[in-house]
């Protein structure tokens, strides 16, 4: 099964927000709650900032948030910092023989 | 706290088995998670490997069932992952995580993960 469909990259000014979507069919993320999002700063394992579309694990700031419409789930990160300078990666539970897909990542520049 | 950290050999040749093992602390790898593998080759994106329970159930993603295998030691509190007839496109960061989502069924709700480890696949 083909990867979860992200941007290449996405940019903003420190205060503004951004959102990454992450598209996909009714096989994944249309048909279930298991949509999760990663956050990973360069050499680092990645950081789970999302789960369930809209979750976020404690400890996780609320500039993060996560929705669902359809077939696409969204990553929206408001009042931009130059530490979410990061790459971001999404991941949903499907029902084919695959089990667990990801996305092929973005790329957030702070500009 | 939970922490995992992967081991194994810094370098496979190809069309040898790569062979690597998590050891989980701070908690009991026999509580009703399910413990994954992922990986990343350089400069890309993540790929889930495939994911396991204490219990024996064990999820493979397609493209690597032929290949891989994967086990759980509950009297040390690991899982490993064995990959064979690897290749160079084989290199990539292993990672191994806790599903922090379903208990019946992986979900890719990886909530804590390893540092990972980098396994170069070259003669």
């Known amino acids: 099964q083909s990867a979860l469909t992200q941007p290449a990259s996405v940019s903003g000014s420190p205060g503004q927000s951004i959102t990454i979507s992450c598209t996909g069919t009714n096989n994944d993320i249309g048909g279930y709650k298991y949509v999760s999002w990663y956050q990973q700063h360069p050499g680092k394992a990645p950081k789970l900032i999302i789960y369930e579309v809209t979750n976020r694990p404690s400890g996780v700031s609320n500039r993060f948030s996560g929705s669902k419409s359809g077939n696409t789930a969204s990553l929206t990160i408001s009042g931009l910092q130059s530490e979410d300078e990061a790459d971001y990666h999404c991941?949903?539970?499907?029902?084919?023989?695959?089990?667990?897909?990801f996305g092929g990542g973005t790329k957030v520049t702070v500009l | 706290q939970v922490q995992l950290q992967e081991s194994g050999p810094g370098l496979v040749k190809p069309s040898e088995t790569l062979s690597l093992t998590c050891t989980v602390s701070?908690?009991?790898?026999?509580?009703?998670?399910?413990w994954g593998w992922i990986r990343q080759p350089p400069g890309m994106g993540l790929e889930w490997i495939g994911s396991l329970h204490h219990s024996g159930s064990v999820y493979y993603n397609p493209s690597l069932k032929t290949r891989v295998a994967m086990s759980v030691d509950t009297s040390k509190n690991t899982f490993s992952l064995k990959l064979n007839s690897v290749t160079a496109a084989d290199t990539a960061v292993y990672y191994c995580a806790r599903d922090g989502g379903g208990t019946t069924v992986t979900t890719g709700n990886f909530d804590y993960w390893g540092q990972g480890t980098l396994v170069p696949v070259s003669s």
């Open positions: 701070g908690f009991s790898i026999t509580n009703d998670y399910y």
């Open positions: 991941s949903s539970y499907t029902s084919s023989s695959t089990h667990v897909i």
